[in-house]
């Protein structure tokens, strides 16, 4: 059984850090592909950060060189590093894995707060 757990999330003041991980259990983690995505209040789940197996990355212009993605292969587990937060990076922070298959996993979600 595939499982995606998110931990890390909480409430941060603006310009402060915090850093999110997913622990992933069930997959083969050389065949997957992980991201993080989020939703805020009112709006569609959109897509922070990305990795793929060969662990090229990839940011849209909101987070790019705020947020870092990365991937430990031993501890089978995927990161989100966020610094500089703001108030509109409030929403909550879900964990993707994507096999080579194109099947799609989603972690339970995890609150992150920013306030100003």
């Known amino acids: 059984q595939v499982q995606l757990v998110e931990s890390g999330g909480g409430l941060v003041q603006a310009g402060g850090s915090l850093r999110l991980s997913c622990a992933a259990s069930?997959?083969?983690?050389?065949?997957?592909?992980m991201g993080w995505h989020r939703q805020g209040p009112g709006n569609q789940r959109e897509l922070v950060a990305s990795i793929t197996n060969g662990g090229s990355t990839n940011y849209p212009d909101s987070v790019k060189g705020r947020f870092t993605i990365s991937r430990d292969s031993v501890k089978n587990t995927v990161y989100l590093q966020m610094s500089s937060l703001k108030p509109e990076d409030t929403a909550v922070y879900y964990c993707?894995?994507?096999?080579?298959?194109?099947?799609?996993?989603w972690g339970q979600g995890t609150q992150v707060t920013v306030s100003s």
């Open positions: 069930g997959l083969s983690f050389s065949t997957r592909s």
């Open positions: 993707r894995a994507t096999t080579l298959g194109g099947t799609t996993y």
